[in-house]
Every structure is written in structure tokens, then in C-alpha cells.
């Protein structure tokens, strides 16, 4: 990596390179004081590919792949409680997942705990509609050099929209237990797979 502007060197009177402790912890305190940025749908409001490293990875993460027909996007954000239709409008719910079929949803007030909602788009690759898809998640704990140290957990697969999203908010996949760490994410979306190497925190 190549340092630009902090080493400019004042002749015969040498300055040390780098910010100062004070601007680094002044640094520190912005990052820190940086607002909780909210993600509404399950991250449909996040440029594809976008990433927060060092920063408050409870806004979220999300990836993106190509993959035979698919454009595939997965998300890990904050657990979400989900709801039938008619649970949805007898309590008024505002927010949340509207589940839509598919496996039973993990509860945020289920044993253990989950600590992320682990879920996929899938775009058709050219259009970028939404397409219908048959989805199955799984993830595997890895460590930096990309060796599993640990079991592949299968995801049950949710389907589900986004309450007051609509059918444009389908998506797949679950509330999960993920501690922190890097995994791989296996995702199929009609038989075509993708994996994704993911930090979670
Ligand atoms: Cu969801």
C-alpha cells in the first residue's frame, strides 16, 4: 500500500508519519458516533454489492453474484418477526415479514436466540426482474485461509415479503444463530449455485 500525504517531509527537521493518537481516536469517535442507518425491506434500499466493513455490521451486509441466469443478492441483517396475512392485519403491523410459504420462520424470541436475518434476492440476470425461485441456503464457518472449521447448517427457507412491500419484496431464507466470524454461504436459486464469503460480526 502506498502512503500519500502524511510523510511529506520538512528537510533536516524530520516529522513522524501518520495521524496523530489524538486524530485517530477523534477518528474513532466519529466512526463510533455514526448513526444507526436503517434498512427498510430487507435491504432492498442497498446498492448491490455494498459493504460496511469496520462499521456497525448490524446495518447489514450485502453481496451480490452472477450466476447462470440469476442475479443472486444476499443480505444479513438485524432478526426480523415475522407474521401470517391475517396476524399482519388484526395487529396492524407496520413492519416485519409477511411470510408467504415455504419452511417455518425461526422466531426472534426462539431458543437460542437468533442474532441475523439471512436471506437472498433472485433477479433474473438480464432483466433484473424478481423471479419465482426455488431457493436453498446453507452456511459453513471458515477460517481466513477458507478451511471450514465447522458444520454446514442448512437454512430452513422462508418465503416471505416485507410488510406493505408487496409481492417486488420476495425474498428467501430465515432468522439464523451466526456468531461473529467469516463464512461461506452456499445459496442455489433453481438448481444454479453461488457461494458467498461473508464477514459476519
Ligand atoms: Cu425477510
Redesign the pocket.
Known sequence: MRKTGLAVGVRGKRRKAGPSLAALSLAALSLAALPFVPISA?GMDMPPGMKMPGMNMQAGVTSTQVAGNYRIELNVLPP?PFYTAADASARHVKQG?LVTGGATPVEPTDSPPPNH?L?VHAFDRGSHALVDARVTLSFRPVDATGRPTGDSVAVPVVV?Q?IGSGPSST?Y?NNVVMGPGVYDVTVTVNGTAATFRIKVS
Open positions: 430487507c426480523e415479514m436475518h436471506i416471505m416485507a425474498h431464507g
